[in-house]
């Protein structure tokens, strides 16, 4: 089975017109686009779907009111093409204040919160979250 990885779109890179860019960049990276989809969740979605990764940091609070009641837009992607170690450095460091200009973050986002982009660090984590925002016939799917 190839592998997938699950990108979100945050609100503050879709307010700045950056979807079609961000979704190039990936694309030019050698990731192919499988699913897109937009989605408004409530509070208690965001907390659900950070809650593994984030709840004990700082901004765990901060990071569910920006992705509350607002779009994002969700993205699955094939990724045989390059490793999840690649995908993270595409997409850069989380605070986009310090990402490298060349990063997705570093040219989209603005701060540790409104960074641009969120993608599954994992093959482990992109399962949980396609399947989450997308069902787990969408992960098991061949492309």
Same mark, same amino acid.
């Given at each position: 089975?190839?592998?997938k990885?699950?990108?979100?779109?945050?609100? $503050?890179?879709?307010q700045?017109? #950056?979807v079609?860019? *961000?979704?190039a960049?990936?694309? +030019?990276a050698?990731?192919?686009?499988l699913?897109i989809?937009?989605?408004?969740?409530?509070r208690?979605q965001?907390?659900?779907?950070l809650?593994?990764q984030y709840?004990?940091s700082?901004y765990?609070?901060?990071?569910?009111?920006?992705?509350? $009641?607002?779009?994002i837009?969700? #993205?699955?992607?094939? *990724?045989?093409?390059?490793?999840? +170690?690649k995908?993270?450095?595409l997409i850069?460091?989380e605070?986009?204040?310090?990402?490298?200009?060349?990063?997705i973050?570093?040219?989209?986002?603005?701060s540790?919160?409104?960074?641009?982009?969120?993608?599954?660090p994992?093959?482990t984590?992109?399962?949980?979250?396609?399947?989450?925002?997308?069902g787990?016939?969408?992960?098991n799917?061949?492309?």
């Open positions: 089975m190839q592998d990885v699950l990108v979100i779109i945050k609100p $503050d890179a879709i700045a017109n #950056c079609g860019t *961000i979704i960049d990936l694309e +030019r050698g990731l192919w686009l699913r989809r937009n989605f408004c969740l409530i208690s965001v907390e659900q779907f809650r593994k709840q004990d700082t765990f609070d901060n990071m569910c009111e920006h992705l509350s $009641d607002t779009q837009i969700a #993205c699955v992607f094939g *990724i045989n093409r390059i490793t999840y +170690r995908l993270k450095t850069g460091t605070d986009a204040e310090i990402a490298t200009d060349e990063s973050r570093g040219k989209y986002g603005t540790l919160v409104t960074n641009a982009v969120y993608a599954s994992t093959k984590q992109a399962k949980a979250d396609i399947c989450l925002f997308f787990e016939d969408v992960y799917t061949e492309y």
